[in-house]
């Protein structure tokens, strides 16, 4: 390919995204991933047994299908094959003493089933909902677009002028209140405060984070209105799709292509040199990289606008799944066709679990999250049979001991390390399903360093792309001192899950720099 308006490094779904609006608009575009297959975290495998297909990592695209990413390219990845399934229960949560509270996506059988545990905890609902559903415009394009920008601030002016700065400065004080602060002020029932409190860990925060309270009422909104879509036949269809889209406007991709060099000349990012030797040359690089890979690796230390140094990484995932011989016998009601159970006990002992990891303990009691992609999707397994895709979202990066004292550890997540903590995890979801030991099959962990093996990205086994706390997030995202996706390189662009507007399956950066490229 000669003439290349824009290298892309790195092919999950902020490259993709980015990848697929300019080869649509006709630029000249080559993606280059050092794996042996596009996706970064979206990628689907027999993990298991054959036949049984398995999510890796990534397995809800709720924010990508809520997201204007979607809103532009949806039509023509659903040509070439994306297409997701639905659950009307999108979440739950499930406790120690065996009850579970349902979600789904109707508000108002919500709201009564909220009422009916302390009145007044429904009505409480529809006013969070509500009030994100009023503000959506707003807050959404706070959540998404460049925030260093006109339109932005023109934003910001129309919400002060419409408002008044009183009442403007009191909903940002709102948005900034902790999920604990929030829950334990307005909802009574320990059910409602245990379905929600686990949620605050999916965007990398804890209970007692800053904007963690504003957060969840965002994914409790989102998971009304989109539920917690899984895409047939695995996150790894995705990828596919946009493979399809790329290749059919004249894009490439290449994989098994480690970029080790991006070449700057007078100034500008003019290319980059492969592991392979080879020179290649663009208008435009996009790195879609941890900020220590960018700066300390592919730029070599030069170029940094702060220290790599101080960019904190947040806990670590750790991954199990699961081949069933039978459907789950779910000990608690009604969680047959639920998308994702939270296996928690509430506000503290999801505090308690990530407080610990992020100590370096292994959690005595780890909050656990446990997808059905199954019942979403019928061709994940054999008929008659299931799998399960379980997160336990507060694992150590790095391994200090073990909170209950039980499993010795050597600082590492070694193999035996890894099963030992994969077995209490068993242990607690054994508890909540009755026909478990007799119907289970077989059993695949990861553990945040297995993670970090299979995407350079994932630092320490952290899928958010660096902690989300608010001194590195919105306008400090990765470092203070940039400029939304922009770099000191002129035609240099950061995007990824450390960048704004952060970690998931949106595809947020990736839009927003390809619109500004002109896409």
């Known amino acids: 390919m000669v003439g290349l308006d824009h290298i892309i490094v790195g092919s999950g779904i902020n490259a993709l995204v980015a990848a697929a609006m300019l080869a649509r608009k006709g630029d000249k575009v080559l993606v280059l991933e050092r794996e042996d297959r596009i996706g970064g975290c979206m990628a689907t495998d027999q993990l298991t047994l054959p036949g049984f297909h398995h999510d890796v990592m990534a397995a809800t695209f709720v924010l990508f299908l809520t997201g204007p990413a979607h809103g532009a390219l949806g039509d023509d990845l659903a040509k070439y094959g994306l297409e997701f399934c639905h659950s009307a229960q999108p979440t739950a949560v499930l406790r120690p003493n065996g009850h579970a509270l ?37 807050l959404f394009s706070l959540l998404g677009q460049p925030l260093w920008s006109r339109s932005v601030a023109v934003l910001l002016a129309k919400q002060v002028w419409k408002h008044g700065l009183n009442n403007t400065k009191a909903w940002f004080g709102q948005a900034l209140e902790p999920a604990r602060g929030w ?31 504003q957060m969840v009422r965002v994914i409790a909104f989102a998971l009304e209105a989109a539920g917690a879509p899984v895409v047939k036949g695995g996150a790894g269809q995705a990828a596919q799709a946009f493979r399809s889209l790329i290749e059919a406007h004249g894009g490439e991709i290449r994989t ?6 991006i070449l700057i000349r007078n100034g500008k990012a003019d290319g980059v040199e492969t592991a392979a030797g080879e020179t290649l040359h663009a208008k435009n690089v996009i790195a879609s990289t941890a900020p220590g890979q960018l700066y300390d690796g592919l730029l070599g230390g030069n170029h940094t606008p702060e220290s790599s140094k101080k960019f904190r990484y947040g806990r670590g995932n750790f991954q199990l799944h699961y081949a069933f011989d039978a459907p789950l016998d779910w000990a608690a009601e009604g969680l047959d066709n639920v998308a994702l159970i939270h296996l928690a006990d509430g506000i503290d002992s999801v505090s308690r679990s990530c407080n610990e990891a992020e100590r370096g303990m292994l959690p005595a009691v780890p909050t656990i999250c446990v997808g059905q992609p199954h019942r979403l999707d019928p061709t994940r397994c054999p008929d008659g049979k299931a799998v399960l895709w379980v ?24 193999e035996v390390t890894r099963e030992a903590f994969a077995d209490r995890i068993e242990a607690i979801l054994r508890a909540h399903i009755r026909n478990f030991d007799v119907a289970k099959l077989a059993r695949r962990a990861y553990s945040p360093s297995d993670l970090e093996a299979l995407n350079v990205n994932l630092v320490g086994g952290d899928p958010y792309g660096g902690a989300c706390a608010l001194d590195q997030f919105f306008v400090w995202r990765p470092f203070g001192s940039q400029v939304n996706n922009a770099t000191s390189v002129k035609g240099l662009y950061h995007i990824g899950a450390s960048t704004h507007p952060g970690p998931g399956l949106g595809g947020g950066s990736g839009f927003n720099v390809a619109k500004g490229l002109g896409a």
């Open 102 to 138: 349902v979600y789904s996506q109707n508000r108002d059988a919500n709201a009564a089933a909220f009422n009916a545990l302390s009145q007044g905890d429904g009505d409480q609902l529809r006013g969070d909902i509500g009030g994100i559903e009023h503000d959506a415009d707003f």
């Open 256 to 261: 098994s292509a480690e970029v080790t060099r």
């Open 183 to 213: 829950l334990e002020t307005r909802y009574a029932s320990e059910d409602v405060q245990a379905l929600w409190a686990p949620w605050v860990l999916h965007v990398g925060l804890t209970p007692e984070a800053s904007y963690s309270g």
């Open 391 to 414: 997160q336990i979202p507060d694992a150590p990066r790095v391994i200090k001991g073990d909170a209950a004292g039980e499993i010795k550890t050597d600082g590492t997540w070694s």
